[in-house]
């Protein structure tokens, strides 16, 4: 069994910046890649960044790209998610979902994964 812990949310004002944290324990012998998503009230979930385990291959939401960054580090079974120019929009419960295994799909998608986190509110004021 998989259980990710998600840490690092808060308030913070506009163009500052914070970072995400998200640790895989429990079962570590079996991953492929970490995403975060977001939701806002009212809004659909969506896909904000993604990483693979092996190469390290990161993706972005369109809506992020340029500002936000995701790295790992292996060795901590641990995803960083490192979000700079924060704007009022950006404002979201933040989930982190892991893949364990490889299989046909993309990873901008909730149904790529199959674990997730219990989220973390990012508050940006204007």
């Known amino acids: 069994q998989v259980q990710l812990v998600e840490s690092g949310g808060g308030l913070v004002q506009a163009g500052g910046s914070l970072r995400l944290s998200c640790a895989q324990a429990g079962r570590t012998d079996s991953r492929y890649a970490m995403g975060w998503f977001r939701q806002s009230p009212g809004k659909e979930r969506e896909f904000v960044a993604a990483?693979?385990?092996?190469?390290?291959?990161?993706y972005y939401g369109n809506s992020v790209k340029g500002r936000f960054a995701i790295s790992r580090d292996n060795a901590k079974n641990t995803v960083y998610l490192q979000m700079n120019s924060l704007r009022p929009e950006d404002s979201a419960v933040y989930y982190c979902?892991?893949?364990?295994?490889?299989?046909?799909?993309?990873?901008?998608?909730?149904?790529?994964?199959?674990?997730w986190g219990q989220g973390t509110q990012v508050t940006v004021s204007s």
């Open positions: 979902a892991a893949r364990l295994t490889s299989r046909s799909g993309g990873l901008y998608t909730e149904l790529s994964y199959d674990s």
């Open positions: 990483i693979r385990w092996s190469d390290g291959n990161t």
